[in-house]
C-alpha cells in the first residue's frame, strides 16, 4: 500500500470548513488531519501544517489556508487520569473546561483562574490562557512535543510562558502536559471560582473568539474600545458586543473580512497601538494581509501563526 493510504487508514483526514471548528465560527476548507497517536503526529507534520486546538483563539481567512491543519483526536482527550494526587499527564486535546470541573470534584487547586476558558489544554498552553487570578502556566511542569518527527520532554520553564504568550520552537505539536495541582478540598476550589466568574459574567455569550486585543500596560483594552465609543459596531456580520467591548461577536453570517475590517476599525479609532490577541490564519489581501497581519507561511518550514 503506498505511505500516503497507509497513513489514511490510520490519521483520519477530511476536508472541512475551519468555520465549523472554531468558535468565532468564521473560515474557509482545509484539509484536517486528526491524529489518534504519536505516530500519525509525525507523519501528518511531515508537510506543511497548523496546529488547530479548541479553535477559541483563531480567526481564519475565508479562503482557509492550504496547509494541513493537525488536531489531535480523542486519543489525547482524555481527563480521568487526572487522580488525587494532583500530579498527572494530560492529552494536549483534554478540553480545558473538563479538567477544571474534574479538578474541583477532586478538591484540587491551581486551575481556578483558567475557569471558563474553553481551550483544549495544548491551546490554552500554547497561548499561556488565565486571567487575572491565575494562568495555566501556574500549574505546569513540563510537556512532550513533536519537533522534526522526534518527541522531546521540555520543562515549562523553557517555554517562554508569559502573558498570552509562549516561545514554543517552531513547529512544536504539544502532546502531553504534565500538570501539579495542590491538595485542597473541593469547597475550597469552589470558593476561589466564585471571583473569577464573577470577573466573567459581563462577557458575551454569542459566538467569539474572547478578546480580541491583549491589553496594553496599565490598561484596559475594552476600557479603551467602550470609550471610544465603539460598542455595536458593526461590519457586516460582527459586531464589536454590547456587553464587552473587547469583544468580537458574529451575529450569524460574519466573514473574516468583516471581523478583520471591523478590527482595523478599531484600531484606528482608538489611536492607541492595540495588539490583536488571536492567532490569524489565511488572512488574503483585503483580510489584512496588506498589512502584515498574517504571518504566512515559507516554504518547508510549518508556518507560524501570526499572532
Ligand atoms: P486554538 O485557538 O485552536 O489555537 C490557538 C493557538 O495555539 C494556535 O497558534 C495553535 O496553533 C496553537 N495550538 C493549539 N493546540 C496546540 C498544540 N497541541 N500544540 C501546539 N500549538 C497548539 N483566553 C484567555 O487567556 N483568558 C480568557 O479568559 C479567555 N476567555 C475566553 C472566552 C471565550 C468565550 C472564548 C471563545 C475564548 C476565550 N479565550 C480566553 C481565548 C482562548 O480560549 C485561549 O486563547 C485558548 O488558550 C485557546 O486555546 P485553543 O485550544 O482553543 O487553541
Ligand atoms: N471595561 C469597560 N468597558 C468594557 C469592558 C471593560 O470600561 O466594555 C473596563 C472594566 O470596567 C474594567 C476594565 O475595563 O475596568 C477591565 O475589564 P475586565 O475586568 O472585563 O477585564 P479585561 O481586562 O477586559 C481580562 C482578560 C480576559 C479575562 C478577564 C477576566 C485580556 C485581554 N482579557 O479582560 O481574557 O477573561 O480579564 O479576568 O487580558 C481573553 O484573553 O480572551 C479574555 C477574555
Known amino acids: 500500500m503506498p505511505e500516503a493510504d497507509a497513513l489514511r487508514a490510520d490519521a483520519t483526514v477530511t476536508r472541512l470548513a475551519l468555520a465549523s471548528l472554531t468558535t468565532l465560527r468564521v473560515g474557509g476548507e482545509a484539509e484536517v488531519w486528526t491524529c489518534e497517536a504519536d505516530v500519525h503526529v509525525r507523519d501528518a507534520t511531515r508537510a506543511d501544517f497548523r496546529v488547530l486546538g479548541g479553535g477559541s483563539n483563531l480567526l481564519v481567512g475565508d479562503g482557509g489556508v492550504p496547509e494541513r491543519v493537525v488536531r489531535l483526536g480523542r486519543g489525547y482527550a482524555g481527563t480521568r487520569v487526572l487522580d488525587a494526587t494532583g500530579d498527572a499527564w494530560l492529552g494536549a486535546a ?14 484540587l487547586s491551581g486551575l481556578e483562574g483558567v475557569l471558563g476558558i474553553p481551550a483544549q489544554l495544548g491551546g490554552a498552553i500554547a497561548m499561556n490562557a488565565g486571567t487575572r487570578f491565575g494562568e495555566i502556566g501556574d500549574t505546569l511542569r513540563e510537556v512532550d512535543l513533536m519537533l522534526d518527527g522526534r518527541v522531546e520532554r521540555v520543562p515549562a520553564a523553557d517555554l517562554g510562558l ?78 464589536i458586543a454590547h456587553e464587552h467591548a473587547n469583544f468580537v461577536v458574529n451575529l450569524g453570517h460574519a466573514t473574516a473580512a468583516d471581523v478583520a475590517l471591523l478590527l482595523e476599525r478599531v484600531r484606528t479609532a ?15 489581501g483585503g483580510e489584512g494581509a496588506a498589512r502584515g497581519w498574517d504571518g504566512g507561511h515559507a516554504g518547508a518550514r510549518p508556518p507560524m501563526d501570526a499572532g
Open 94 to 107: 483534554a478540553p480545558l473546561p473538563g479538567l477544571v470541573r474534574r479538578a474541583r470534584q477532586l478538591g
Open 162 to 239: 508569559g502573558y498570552r504568550r509562549s516561545a514554543l520552537p517552531p513547529g512544536a505539536v504539544i502532546l502531553r502536559a504534565r500538570l501539579r495541582l495542590t491538595p485542597s478540598t473541593p469547597e475550597r476550589v469552589a470558593r476561589a471560582e466564585e471571583a473569577v466568574d464573577a470577573a466573567r459574567r459581563g462577557q458575551p455569550k454569542a459566538r467569539s473568539a474572547g478578546c480580541a486585543f491583549k491589553n496594553p500596560p496599565g490598561d484596559a483594552a475594552g476600557r479603551l474600545i467602550d470609550a471610544a465609543g465603539l460598542k455595536g459596531l458593526r461590519v457586516g456580520g460582527a459586531m
Open 270 to 284: 482608538v489611536g492607541v497601538a492595540l495588539e490583536v490577541e488571536w492567532r490569524r490564519w489565511g488572512l488574503a
